[in-house]
């Protein structure tokens, strides 16, 4: 399968390598081509084509500046903890002289076939108020078999390493499938007394019981037994690549699915660019418009590939055999115990209208933490926001953003 794929973006390379060649020349204004409609049109087609490339490599985060209490403040991106599948990326602010030092605050991102540049906005919402860190996943066909494998306990022993390189005092905020991770690795801190426990515990639209409210993702996910999954979703990744020979779920066969769920949106949006691009005089609106679909399919469009354990893992024990709600989810051989978390405030965050993790399976954590007081737990649901508005978007930025700073500020 992975062969078969690379066979065909090796035999697009020389026409997307055309496209890239040829575009300044068109788009030169100096030369005057593109006042010529034939002209105009066969450029927007090239940028089309350009768009619809399939890239391996993590964007970047483009986070160079941003406003505490009004003044800009530098940013600079710093690795402060680095293993072979991930790194403990911090985004590192040069406050003015005197500032009171801002909660520290670990993102971690889905391992789910993108990179973690996907919370761009949740991490640039964040930045003002808190010392922000995040989980920059590395993508595995770029990781070499001698490291071992990388499943669903390598990846909350992960958070919990990483909490640890924080220090006591940190807070833990996890977007959608790491949410079961993110529970696990609180509750095995809190059980062990470990200094490292984090204040507090965020968890936004994350899968903790796909029981509630199955949606199509949780159905589907039902439809075939893990062997199914196995056979036909795993590949070797190709023995040219850092990686070669290991195991993967696809980050292009991810994609494939997301695309598949909106298939005649993602055909309507760039039909749209290539008439926004081929625009005769096109307006300040239109203009943005095509910057705004380039910005969000060059983002789309950059795919990571899963080690194959985690991936299956996580397909069998958290959306088949709904492990952590029924108390058989293991790390290591112990059991996770989420009753074990008393001092580590919890937020739940959910979407009124998210079809991919449905509205009750989030809040489930707070049944599942029954030792911690009423006045440490606080859920939330967002009216009118799909999955991605509950860490991003204008929602997120002016309704949700406001509750997760203010429960990370009072466990201070």
Known sequence: MYEAYQAHADLMWPLRTFARSTLPWLRDKSLGLDAVDSNRKFAAMLEVIKLGEITHHRPPFDLDRVLVKGEPVGVTEEATHVTP????????????????????????????????????????????????????????????????????????????DFLRVLGPGAHLMAICQPCVSALSAVALMSEDGDPATPASLT??????????????????????????????LVSRVPWRFKGGGRRVYPGFMQLTAFMAMNKERHM????????????????????????????????????????????????????????????QLKFRGRTIDPSKIRRTALLTVEGERDDICA?????????????????????????????????????????????????????Q
């Open 85 to 160: 599948f991930g790194t403990l990326l911090h985004f590192k602010k040069a406050l003015p002289a005197g500032t009171p030092a801002q909660p520290r605050v670990l993102i971690v991102a889905p391992m789910s076939g993108h990179f973690a540049t996907l919370l761009r906005d949740t991490v640039e919402t964040m930045l003002p108020d808190h010392d922000v860190y995040i989980t920059d996943w590395h993508n595995a066909r770029d990781v070499p078999l001698m490291h071992g494998r990388f499943g669903l306990d390598e990846y909350t022993e992960h958070l919990m």
């Open 203 to 232: 968890l936004m639209a994350g899968p903790i019981d796909c029981r509630i409210s199955p949606t199509e993702v949780n159905k589907l996910a039902m439809t075939k037994g893990i062997e199914w999954f196995e056979h036909n």
């Open 268 to 327: 309507e949006a760039f039909k749209t660019y290539y008439a926004n691009l081929a625009h005769p005089d096109p307006d300040e609106e239109t203009i943005q418009a095509a910057e705004h679909t380039r910005k969000f399919y060059e983002e789309y469009f950059a795919v990571a590939d899963l080690p194959a354990e985690f991936y299956l893992e996580t397909v069998s024990l958290v959306f088949q055999e709904y492990a952590l709600p029924q108390g």
């Open 359 to 411: 509205t009750g399976q989030t809040l489930a954590a707070q049944d599942l933490c029954t030792n911690l007081r009423p006045y440490m737990r606080t859920h939330y649901v967002q009216a009118g926001v799909g999955h991605y508005g509950v860490f991003s978007g204008r929602r997120w930025r002016s309704q949700i953003y406001p509750v997760v700073r203010d429960v990370i500020h009072v466990s």
